[in-house]
C-alpha cells in the first residue's frame, strides 16, 4: 500500500511541475512579445541598431518577468492539475486508498519548496544583475556600444535636513562627485522659505559647490544669480548613493550595508528595508499556492461545482498578491513596520490556507 502511495505521489508531482513549467513558459513568451510590440521602435532607433540589440533586450528583460510571475505560474499550476484529478476522479481514488488531504497536497508542497528555493537563487545571482544593466542601457536611449556602467544615479528626488533635493544625475569622478540639474527647496514647519536652481553642483574638500546659480527667497522675494556658492548642508556624498540606492537593482549584501550607513546616518530607512525583507517574502510566495489553490481539487464531484472551486482557488491566490503589494506599499511609506509590510500577507494567507484543509480534510 505505502508503494502504491508513494507511486501517487511522484505522479502528482511531475503533473504539477510540468503544468508549472508550461504556464511559465507561456507567460515568459506572450509577455515578453508584447513588451517588444511597445518598446521596438525606442530599440532600433539609435544608430546601428539591429537584431543584436533586440536579442540584448530579450536577454536583459526575460529573468525580470520569469521572478515576477513564477509564484503567479505555481498559483496556475496547482488549480489546473487539482482541478483536473478532480475531474478525473483520481483524487477520490487516492482518498479511497487512505491518502489524507495533507498526504495529496505533499507533492505539490515539496515541488512549491524546490521552486521557492530556485526562484530566491536565481532571482539575486541573475535578475538583479540584468535588471540594473537594462536600466542603465534605458537611461541611454538603448545606445549600441555604450560604455561600461559607471557608479551614477538619475532622476534623484530626496528630502533631508529640512530641504527637498533634485538632481537629473549624481556620477563620480575619482574623488569627486557631480550633480547635473540640481534643485534645492528650502522647506521648514510645512513651509516653502527658498530655492536654489544651479546648474550643476561638485562634492570635494568635504563641500558642495553649486555652479551657475539661481536663488529664490520666498521671505523678501528676492532673486539673485551667481557663478558659484558654496552649499551648506550634512549630506555626503556616500549618503546621497544610498538614499538613492534602487533595492531592486542591488545585491542583498550591498542593501544591507546601505541600510546600516543610513540608520548611522539617521536617515529613512523604512523603503530599503521594507525592500530587503520582500526579497525573502516575494519567492515565499509560492509556497502559499498549493494551500491557495487546494479548494479546486476536494469536494463532492457530483455537485458539479469543478469550475466554481477552480475559480475560488484562483481568486485567492488573485488576493494574496493584491494584498501582498499593498502591503508592501504601506510599509515603504512607513504606515507598518517593514516586517509586517512584507510578511503579513504571508502569514494571513497561510493561516487561511490551512484552515481551508482542516475544513476540508474533517
Given at each position: 500500500?505505502?508503494?502504491?502511495?508513494?507511486?501517487?505521489?511522484?505522479?502528482?508531482?511531475?503533473?504539477?511541475?510540468?503544468?508549472?513549467?508550461?504556464?511559465?513558459?507561456?507567460?515568459?513568451?506572450?509577455?515578453?512579445?508584447?513588451?517588444?510590440?511597445?518598446?521596438?521602435?525606442?530599440?532600433?532607433?539609435?544608430?546601428?541598431?539591429?537584431?543584436?540589440?533586440?536579442?540584448?533586450?530579450?536577454?536583459?528583460?526575460?529573468?525580470?518577468?520569469?521572478?515576477?510571475?513564477?509564484?503567479?505560474?505555481?498559483?496556475?499550476?496547482?488549480?489546473?492539475?487539482?482541478?483536473?484529478?478532480?475531474?478525473?476522479?483520481?483524487?477520490?481514488?487516492?482518498?479511497?486508498?487512505?491518502?489524507?488531504?495533507?498526504?495529496?497536497?505533499?507533492?505539490?508542497?515539496?515541488?512549491?519548496?524546490?521552486?521557492?528555493?530556485?526562484?530566491?537563487?536565481?532571482?539575486?545571482?541573475?535578475?538583479?544583475?540584468?535588471?540594473?544593466?537594462?536600466?542603465?542601457?534605458?537611461?541611454?536611449?538603448?545606445?549600441?556600444?555604450?560604455?561600461?556602467?559607471?557608479?551614477?544615479?538619475?532622476?534623484?528626488?530626496?528630502?533631508?535636513?529640512?530641504?527637498?533635493?533634485?538632481?537629473?544625475?549624481?556620477?563620480?569622478?575619482?574623488?569627486?562627485?557631480?550633480?547635473?540639474?540640481?534643485?534645492?527647496?528650502?522647506?521648514?514647519?510645512?513651509?516653502?522659505?527658498?530655492?536654489?536652481?544651479?546648474?550643476?553642483?561638485?562634492?570635494?574638500?568635504?563641500?558642495?559647490?553649486?555652479?551657475?546659480?539661481?536663488?529664490?527667497?520666498?521671505?523678501?522675494?528676492?532673486?539673485?544669480?551667481?557663478?558659484?556658492?558654496?552649499w551648506t548642508n550634512s549630506l555626503n556624498p556616500e549618503l546621497l548613493f544610498a538614499m538613492t540606492l534602487e533595492p531592486e537593482q542591488t545585491s542583498l549584501v550591498?542593501?544591507?550595508?546601505?541600510?546600516?550607513?543610513?540608520?548611522?546616518?539617521?536617515?529613512?530607512?523604512?523603503?530599503?528595508?521594507?525592500?530587503?525583507?520582500?526579497?525573502?517574502?516575494?519567492?515565499?510566495?509560492?509556497?502559499?499556492?498549493?494551500?491557495?489553490?487546494?479548494?479546486?481539487?476536494?469536494?463532492?464531484?457530483?455537485?458539479?461545482?469543478?469550475?466554481?472551486?477552480?475559480?475560488?482557488?484562483?481568486?485567492?491566490?488573485?488576493?494574496?498578491?493584491?494584498?501582498?503589494?499593498?502591503?508592501?506599499?504601506?510599509?515603504?511609506?512607513?504606515?507598518?513596520?517593514?516586517?509586517?509590510?512584507?510578511?503579513?500577507?504571508?502569514?494571513?494567507?497561510?493561516?487561511?490556507?490551512?484552515?481551508?484543509?482542516?475544513?476540508?480534510?474533517?
Open positions: 500500500m505505502n508503494y502504491a502511495r508513494n507511486i501517487l505521489t511522484n505522479y502528482v508531482g511531475r503533473m504539477f511541475f510540468v503544468r508549472f513549467i508550461g504556464l511559465l513558459i507561456f507567460f515568459v513568451i506572450i509577455l515578453q512579445m508584447l513588451d517588444l510590440l511597445n518598446r521596438s521602435s525606442d530599440i532600433l532607433s539609435p544608430e546601428g541598431a539591429g537584431m543584436p540589440s533586440v536579442l540584448r533586450y530579450i536577454s536583459l528583460r526575460t529573468p525580470q518577468i520569469i521572478s515576477q510571475f513564477t509564484p503567479f505560474a505555481a498559483l496556475l499550476g496547482v488549480v489546473l492539475t487539482l482541478a483536473g484529478l478532480s475531474h478525473t476522479s483520481e483524487i477520490t481514488v487516492m482518498r479511497a486508498a487512505g491518502m489524507s488531504v495533507n498526504r495529496v497536497l505533499f507533492p505539490l508542497g515539496f515541488v512549491c519548496g524546490l521552486i521557492t528555493l530556485t526562484h530566491f537563487i536565481f532571482h539575486e545571482t541573475v535578475t538583479v544583475r540584468t535588471s540594473e544593466l537594462l536600466d542603465y542601457w534605458e537611461v541611454n536611449d538603448y545606445a549600441v556600444d555604450l560604455p561600461p556602467e559607471s557608479d551614477t544615479r538619475t532622476d534623484i528626488r530626496i528630502n533631508y535636513d529640512g530641504e527637498f533635493i533634485a538632481a537629473e544625475s549624481a556620477a563620480r569622478y575619482g574623488d569627486a562627485v557631480v550633480l547635473t540639474g540640481v534643485t534645492i527647496d528650502d522647506v521648514s514647519d510645512g513651509l516653502l522659505n527658498g530655492a536654489i536652481e544651479a546648474r550643476s553642483a561638485r562634492f570635494e574638500d568635504g563641500a558642495w559647490r553649486l555652479y551657475g546659480v539661481r536663488n529664490l527667497s520666498a521671505v523678501d522675494q528676492t532673486v539673485f544669480q551667481a557663478d558659484e556658492v558654496i550591498e542593501l544591507s550595508a546601505k541600510i546600516d550607513q543610513l540608520n548611522n546616518d539617521r536617515a529613512d530607512t523604512r523603503a530599503p528595508m521594507t525592500a530587503l525583507l520582500s526579497r525573502f517574502s516575494k519567492p515565499m510566495a509560492t509556497l502559499v499556492m498549493p494551500l491557495l489553490g487546494a479548494i479546486a481539487g476536494f469536494g463532492v464531484h457530483r455537485q458539479g461545482v469543478l469550475l466554481a472551486r477552480a475559480v475560488t482557488g484562483a481568486a485567492l491566490g488573485f488576493a494574496y498578491f493584491v494584498a501582498e503589494n499593498l502591503a508592501l506599499a504601506f510599509g515603504s511609506l512607513g504606515v507598518v513596520p517593514a516586517i509586517i509590510g512584507a510578511f503579513f500577507p504571508l502569514a494571513i494567507f497561510m493561516v487561511v490556507g490551512f484552515s481551508i484543509i482542516l475544513a476540508m480534510e474533517n
